[in-house]
T-cell receptor
Framework: AQKVTQAQTEISVVEKEDVTLDCVYETRDTTYYLFWYKQPPSGELVFLIRRNSFDEQNEISGRYSWNFQKSTSSFNFTITASQVVDSAVYFCALPSNTGKLIFGQGTTLQVKP | NAGVTQTPKFQVLKTGQSMTLQCAQDMNHNSMYWYRQDPGMGLRLIYYSASEGTTDKGEVPNGYNVSRLNKREFSLRLESAAPSQTSVYFC????????????FGDGTRLSIL
């Protein structure tokens, strides 16, 4: 069975702190993809990044970075120097072979000024 | 570029009433999806349409019907609304394939009294 677990329900940090959001996944597939989405307080779901199982290199985009490790089935997301605008719910997702996205429960990040 | 447009954004229904949620995408995507988001449950797939002319059940299809009207439009119908269907509904679209990210509309907040 495929499953995504985001064990951190809520995280609260002070602005400029670094924060890491954890994602652990389960799949029997040898080839797969993983996504991260952001849901700000306004409610829309915004696609952030896609990674495939072939590429375990860390990826950095501005203040965001992603650490993908097949050995531990983890795809963690780090925000460096967090800002209030980063406050949102963040979802990790694993596409199934039927095309649907299997979402984790989400991690609510609150960045306080 | 509008992306995925959902109407209405908010709706209040009485138990037993019927309603159709509309979704249209302008990205020429083949696949479209309907999810519901409930507190503590994450996002769950209701129905999806891999391509124009096809529809399939997701995790929680009971009480819903869908119509893929054309490549752009995918509607979700509640024939006899129940309080358990109070939720936020998201429509999404993508190219077909597990590596393709889904792009979401802004959601419809539906309350059933």
């Amino acid at each position: 069975a495929q499953k995504v677990t985001q064990a951190q329900t809520e995280i609260s940090v002070v602005e400029k702190e670094d924060v890491t959001l954890d994602c652990v996944y389960e799949t029997r597939d040898t080839t797969y993809y993983l996504f991260w989405y952001k849901q700000p307080p306004s409610g829309e779901l915004v696609f952030l990044i896609r990674r495939n199982s072939f590429d375990e290199q860390n990826e950095i985009s501005g203040r965001y970075s992603w650490n993908f490790q097949k050995s531990t089935s983890s795809f963690n997301f780090t925000i460096t120097a967090s800002q209030v605008v980063d406050s949102a719910v963040y979802f990790c997702a694993l596409p199934s072979n039927t095309g649907k996205l299997i979402f984790g429960q989400g991690t609510t990040l609150q960045v306080k000024p | 570029n509008a992306g995925v447009t959902q109407t209405p954004k908010f709706q209040v229904l009485k138990t037993g009433q019927s309603m159709t949620l509309q979704c249209a995408q302008d990205m020429n995507h083949n696949s479209m999806y309907w999810y519901r988001q409930d507190p503590g449950m994450g996002l769950r797939l209701i129905y999806y349409s891999a391509s124009e002319g096809t529809t399939d059940k997701g995790e929680v299809p009971n009480g819903y019907n869908v119509s893929r009207l054309n490549k752009r439009e995918f509607s979700l119908r509640l024939e006899s609304a129940a309080p358990s269907q109070t939720s936020v509904y998201f429509c999404a679209s993508s190219e077909w394939g597990r590596n393709q990210p889904q792009h979401f509309g802004d959601g419809t907040r539906l309350s059933i009294l």
